[in-house]
């Protein structure tokens, strides 16, 4: 079984200051990752993946992550947030073969301090 | 083009009653997911449909918990007996499918479930 642990579950910054989030995974079988978003009254949505490839990873609105397989981490980093990053963070893991049903980690919120 | 949509968006019942969740995913994707996302908690898995046929149940935590998708398209998450336990956010995903790609799964906004 998959497991992922998300060491932060509250992450406040100020405006302009870098971020990491950080996520550990736990899984016998090769998966994907993700990080998936979820801004206040959204729905979950996707920011980015780790399917294969080049290890490191970016979002179109700056964050990125980088895969780590010998210590089983895919941390969320950005250098510099703003306001509108205020948000839940959540990494996910999935079977790259079979059902690609998604584990969760708990989650982290993000707080961006003017 | 639309989303996944879920109705209702809050539903409050009382302990004892049965409750129906629906699901409407995004047209063309042939598999959906619902999950149940617990206060302070990420979404957890109860059932993955590939068309009709539900292809994996095993995130389901008792028989109280059904889900049906009999065409193929719209999905009902069936609750009896409900109990508090059971208040949480139900949420459901769409996505293509393939053995051997990676297919983004898209979340609908999810429904409020209030068990009293």
């Known amino acids: 079984a998959q497991s992922v642990t998300q060491l932060d579950s509250q992450v406040p910054v100020f405006e302009e200051a870098p971020v990491e989030l950080r996520c550990n995974y736990s899984?016998?079988?090769?998966?994907?990752l993700f990080w998936y978003v979820q801004y206040p009254n959204q729905g979950l949505q996707l920011l980015l993946k780790?399917?294969?490839?080049?290890?490191l990873v970016e979002s179109i609105n700056g964050f990125e992550a980088e895969f780590n397989k010998s210590q089983t981490s895919f941390h969320l980093r950005k250098p510099s947030v703003h306001i509108s990053d205020t948000a839940e963070y959540f990494c996910?893991?999935?079977?790259?073969?079979?059902?690609?049903?998604?584990?969760f980690g708990q989650g982290t919120r993000l707080t961006i301090n003017p | 083009g639309a989303g996944v949509s879920q109705t209702p968006s809050n539903k409050v019942t009382e302990k004892g009653k049965y409750v129906e969740l629906r699901c409407d995913p995004i047209?063309?994707?042939?598999?959906l997911y619902w999950y149940r996302q617990s206060l302070g908690q990420g979404p957890e898995f109860l059932i993955y449909?590939?068309?009709?046929?539900?292809?994996?149940d095993s995130g389901l935590p008792n028989d109280r918990f059904f889900a049906v998708r009999p065409e193929g398209s719209v999905s009902t998450l069936k609750i009896q007996r409900t109990e508090r336990g059971d208040s949480a956010v139900y949420l459901c995903?769409?996505?293509?499918?393939?053995?051997?790609?990676?297919?983004?799964?898209?979340f609908g906004p999810g429904t409020r479930l209030t068990v009293l």
């Open positions: 995903a769409s996505s293509l499918t393939g053995l051997t790609s990676f297919h983004e799964q898209f």
């Open positions: 899984s016998s079988v090769s998966v994907y």
């Open positions: 780790y399917l294969s490839g080049s290890t």
């Open positions: 996910a893991v999935s079977l790259i073969q079979g059902a690609q049903k998604l584990v």
């Open positions: 047209s063309g994707h042939t598999a």
């Open positions: 449909f590939q068309g009709t046929g539900a292809a994996d």
